[in-house]
Every structure is written in C-alpha cells, then in structure tokens.
C-alpha cells in the first residue's frame, strides 16, 4: 500500500510492512519516520522554521543545531583561526577545511600559514625588517607579495 506525502512524494510498505521503500529512488528504511525525512528530499519540503531568521530545515535536530548559532555561547574556539563555535561538531566541521592547510602559528598575532617560509616572511612584517629588494632599484619591502606588486610599476610601457 502506497502513501502520499503532501509535498507529493510517494513511498510503500515491504516485506509485509518490515520496511519501507522510496516511490522516487532505491532508498529504503525499516521506520516510516526516516522515511517521511526521507521524502523530504524529494519534495523540499521544510517544516521546521528558526524563529530568529529565515533559515528553515528538513530535519528537527538540524534545526536545533542551527539555533546554537544564534546562542551568545560559542566555547569551542579554533586553535588555528580563532574563530569559535557553539558547538564540538561544528568546531569539527570547520577544523577540516584547515586539514593539511595551516601548521604554522604566528607568535605575535593570530594569523597562521601553510609553509614554514610564509611564516619567517611574515615576522618581518612585525620586526618592520625589509629583506625583499627590488632588482631594479633596490627598494625593500618587508613582504614579498610588496614587492611583487612594487615589480608591475616597472612595467615597460608601450
């Protein structure tokens, strides 16, 4: 016996009720609940709504979650950007996209690299040490991406 969903998605019962099986895909589920969220896949369908903003949700416990983002207390800081969150998860969640990226901390401030030499040129920036010369006229920047800028002003012109 097939069931309809308001947003029209369809699924039925299976081996004789034990399972449930999806009318759009092969998804199938032993809980009609996982199904009706299932569903909502399919249809859009998002009944659960943040009262704080416009941000509306499939599933309740995401919900939930998102409303820790409207919360004052965000414990979980990021040891690499200082950024902090309400969660461990989303500590988690944000801590991979640093995955592999940023193993080098700056001592004086917040900012960290990715190589060992992105580091060294930014503590010149601290000292005010200018160790990049320019080739041309031997003005000093203390970071190289100066310099390079510095480089298109002596640009031949045509």
Known sequence: MAARRPGGGSF?????GE???CGS????TRRRGNMVTH????TGERPFSCPHCPSEFAVKCTLKRHLLTHSAQRAFACSLCLDSFPSREELARHAQG?????H????FCPRSFGRRDGLLAHHCSHAGRRVHRCGRCSR???????LVA?????AERP
């Open 19 to 21: 399972a449930y099986r």
């Open 39 to 42: 569903q909502r896949t399919h």
């Open 25 to 28: 895909c092969s998804y199938v």
């Open 104 to 107: 080098f901390q700056c001592q």
């Open 140 to 146: 000093l920047f203390s970071r190289n991406d100066d």
């Open 150 to 154: 510095h480089l298109a002003t002596h």
């Open 98 to 102: 640093h995955a592999g990226q940023r």
């Open 12 to 16: 039925h019962a299976v081996n004789g």
